[in-house]
């Protein structure tokens, strides 16, 4: 499979990188050198990850938060490998930016932006290197934390996921809800 590359830039102040070593803002798609063997790839609007037929996962793009999990913060133009990762089945890149893993023995990892506790791994740290997402394929003695303070409601339970509802909303996005989904149980106060 050959990799292309598009982005078009909104905003042209934010360094943006396609991963073909350049800054250039560009509206047809780029061959990424270098990436042979990728069976899939996710994006948001500032880092993208491509996941090898091996099971190793590359990055590039701004790194502000850690987000292509090579160990730093410093913005890559082109790709770079995602630091203790192999055996991964499945990839996703978010828009907080933070990015998902689910490895072939069925554990979740995360790293990237953790300012609302969403990589899983019970604090609120970015993480610039995967860290494994609690709960997921092993017996977890405590339920989550709720923001302190708040009211919190339970709506939308089914078999495999939970709301989690609270007032006022905690963070400058105005997150007032979580949707908690979970492979062996689900946690109701």
């Known amino acids: ?6 982005f078009f830039a909104k905003k042209k102040s934010r360094p943006m990188a396609l991963g073909d070593g350049t800054t250039t803002n560009r509206n047809t798609p780029v061959q990424l050198q270098g990436l042979d063997s990728v069976v899939a790839i996710s994006a948001d ?11 190793t996962v590359w990055a590039w793009g701004n790194n502000y938060y850690g987000q292509l999990g090579d160990g730093s913060t ?18 996703a890149a978010g828009a907080a930016p933070y990015n998902l893993a689910l490895k072939s023995d069925g554990t979740v990892w995360a790293w990237g932006n953790n300012s609302a506790g969403q990589l899983g791994d019970g604090t609120t740290t970015d993480r610039y290197a995967p860290v494994k997402v609690q709960g997921f394929g092993e017996a977890t003695p405590e339920a989550p934390q709720w923001p302190q303070g708040d009211v919190l409601t339970v709506t939308d339970v089914t078999y495999n996921s939970v709301q989690l509802n609270w007032q006022p909303a905690t963070d400058e996005t105005g997150v007032d809800k979580y949707k908690v989904y979970q492979t062996t149980r689900c946690w109701l106060p």
């Open 1 to 6: 499979m050959e990799l292309f590359s598009f």
């Open 45 to 55: 609007n500032v880092h993208s990850l491509a996941l090898y037929s091996n099971g």
């Open 74 to 91: 410093t913005t890559r133009y082109t790709p770079v490998q995602v630091q203790g990762l192999d055996s991964v089945s499945v990839i």
